[in-house]
């Protein structure tokens, strides 16, 4: 079977828009579904890598233990995982439950990871236009194909559980996958900086035992919690590392920063802020700063361990943290671009308070960074450190953008999640230091899933968003004449459009006449098809009409920094 992304001779190359992957049914059936999926988008490479894994007697007994405590706190993921194993070995992959399960484990699989470039927020009541919860949540680092179920296969799931409520997500943002929704109005924006404190710990202390990882966590708590404070209680019972930024639809949010002691839970208000919340990769409580001092070395520090947690990379404070009013502490250099990140997040949420809806998010990851203050980027780069950052102005929409997820969820089937693959504006700034990453054709635009009913419905109403989509773009290039230059290369995209069109019109119609997992996986093919379609036609409306990246775009006051 040919995979549905571009390859360059034998390597995957990162698809333009972020596919979607829809499961429903029976737990084994959707984890089948789930790796059948993953071999039609990525194609038999990626996953082969995992095959014929030699595990030592310490790895598999390690991977016993992991698998007690799924099978004991999240039951349903073990099922999940054998039909994953199933899914994998239909396709020709012969998979083993202990190679799946493997590549669930961040800190076996993976060093852990800088996060520096998370940012999120949520807004509702007084803070939005109609009062409605608006929150979204940004990825922000270099997207690679690899075989880590964690930290390679990026795309979004949504999922149709006979048990439990439907929910949608994206994976690959952070220690555990994020944002998401579920059909009961509760949403995870961010994953809420737990693990900053503890990557300042000493390798022992910080060893959370065989704990349940993150996407997993994520996946049972937006599926079991009918609400933000149901969602807290479920986090916090099971043993693992991430908080969280949740909020709900009746205006419950909270950030978990520390789940030990001191345990602290951030609420609205905390900073000032007035019906929103917002987190990026610094800690926001003041109480915390005690906990973070400089250790008598004064300078980084790597420590590696044996066994399935891997290598544990300790983060160490070059100077004093000193807190920042509605920005955060700032201390080692992963908080640098936080800081600023958390200032404009700020501001736009309490100087435009009561202006807050799905179009003002997408301008706020299309509000443009300031370059570095710097001749050039190379003597940027090098004043970083011993400038705390100085010169440099990150925002959260950034040239590390990986993917930007906006969402209006509801209690019901009208939920809206809207995804953008890298950045969404044409041109901004770095990260920071080597953080920026340029995508293959990007589309600079967003797609719009509904987390409606069933797999049917999602097909429909992506369906109906990509002919809408396709109309208004089809308007705004045919007052273009042949002889401008611009006709052409639009011209040629809006082909590409159409051309997914009616590849989901094919594979819609193929879901129809067939049942149980065949059908689903024809539904999703047929949803990430109108969802290409809709990010391409996208592309060339935006070329024509250039939408907002600034509060006067939208009609609003200009923006100004929140101190002045």
Known sequence: MTPEIPYADDVPLIPNVRPVIVVSGSDYDMGCQ????????YGKKPLEKRAYRKFTTKELSDLEAYDRNIKKYIPEMKDVLEGMVAGANDVGIPLSYEEVLAKWLRRWEDALRSTAGCSGFAAWGSATKDGKLVCGGSGDHQMTIGDSEILNFEYIVVVFPEKGNSF?????????????????????????NTEVLRSLQEPEVRDLGYDIPGPMMTMHTLRYANTANEAKDIILSLPGEPGGLWADVSGNAFDIENRDNPRCVRKPGDNGEVDFIYSTNNLLSKELGQLLRPPPEGKYDYHGRDGLHGPAYRMLWPEKPVFIPHAGWLGRNQDIPSVTRNLGIWNMLHYYHGEVDIEFAKMMWRFPGEQPSYPTLEEADEAWSKTRGAGWHTKMCNLENAMIGIMQPDDGNEGLYYVSQGCAARITSPMGPGSHYYRIAPTYSFYQLKLDSCPEKVAETARNRAQYDQYYANLELRKLNYGDCAYAPLDAIFNEAATEWQKGEFYRNLAMETKGNESTNYYAKAIRAFARCQALAGK?????????????????????????
């Open 168 to 192: 949608a997500m994206s994976t690959s943002t952070g220690p555990a996958w994020h944002p998401g929704m579920s059909n009961k109005g509760v949403a995870y924006v961010h994953h809420g």
């Open 34 to 41: 789930w790796y059948t999926q993953i071999f039609e988008i």
């Open 540 to 564: 060339v409306y935006n070329a024509l009409v250039p939408p907002a990246d600034s509060p006067e775009d939208l009609g609003l006051r200009p923006w100004r920094y929140w101190d002045e």
